[in-house]
């Protein structure tokens, strides 16, 4: 499986480089070589929690100390682990210097639902390869214009109180005295509870924050630009992601509609995978590196 037939590589190459709007979707498949647990494989727990009904506002509502905890938990995962090939690869298909190699007339998004940062990383770590010359050339493109985190990110916090809102980033470890530790309770019933007093406060006002994610039923960030370059883009590179949660599952399908091409990137089948004109079955980090450049 971890060598794509050549014709396939060969036909999407040709597509790659006449491509001129060029997005890619990713999910948490992306960084699962990373050491970061995806959502709906094999597992999906917390303690003993299933990781959905914790990425949910009832959840917060009802157990705001758990819930710290289990992104407390998370971001210092993401503290530890590193960037990976796929990630490496995307970076370097944001970067005008090697796209030209591959794609010479395309830009370029990138689209994640994941919010662990590791993007980011990887972006800055291939800028920081270039030649020095070059680097201030292709950095000209501030991230923020080709690179949505849709569903928020691990290090941001927001301010619970409606009149306030203010939304920071804290890349601290432990980001409060309060959590520090409950990151090794992993054991069912060892639950520690974290006085709200003692959860992470708003810098601006004091009220408690909490993680800057989305959670099911809240609206992703910048879900209209999103949808408007999934209108114009003629190829859409779907990376690592089961392609169930909404509104990003349906970038794919949007892209199609609009005459545009989807290539699948995943270990297994996924959601509408039926429908793409590539399926590149297999680990991301090692069949993008190689489909890519
Ligand atoms: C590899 C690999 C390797 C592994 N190489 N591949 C009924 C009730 C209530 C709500 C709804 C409902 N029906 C629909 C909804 C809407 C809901 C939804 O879609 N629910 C579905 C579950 C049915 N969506 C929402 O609520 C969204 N908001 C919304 O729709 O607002 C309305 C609105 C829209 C537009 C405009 C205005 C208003 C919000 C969704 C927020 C999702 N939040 C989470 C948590 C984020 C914070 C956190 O991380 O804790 O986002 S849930 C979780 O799922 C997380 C992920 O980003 C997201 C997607 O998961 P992903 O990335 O696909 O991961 P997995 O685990 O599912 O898949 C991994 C894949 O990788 C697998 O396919 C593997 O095979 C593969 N893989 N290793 C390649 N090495
Ligand atoms: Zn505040």
Redesign the pocket.
Known sequence: NKTPPPDDVAAFSDVLSHSKHILVL?????S??SGI?????AG?LWRKYD??T??TPQAWGENQSRVWQ??HY?REIALKVQP?A?HVAIAKLSIPTFREKVAPNADFTHV?????GLFTRAYSDVLASLPESEQGTTAVAPLESFFFE???R?FDVECTAHDCKHREMIMTSPICPGLAGTELLVEEGTERVVRRADLPRCSQCGQLAR?G????????HR??DI?DLAKQADLCII???????????RIGGIVKEHGGKVAV???????HDDEADFLFL??????LPQVLH
């Open positions: 990713s999910g948490a498949g992306l699962a070589a647990p995806t959502f709906r494989d999906g990781v959905r914790l990425a289990f992104y998370r990976n796929a994640t639902q994941n919010i662990d849709m569903h928020g691990l993680p994610v989305v959670w099911f039923g809240e609206k992703p879900v209209q949808m990376v690592g992601t089961s392609s169930i949660v909404q509104p990003a599952s990137f995943n270990v297994d089948r996924s959601n297999g680990p991301c980090e090692v069949l």
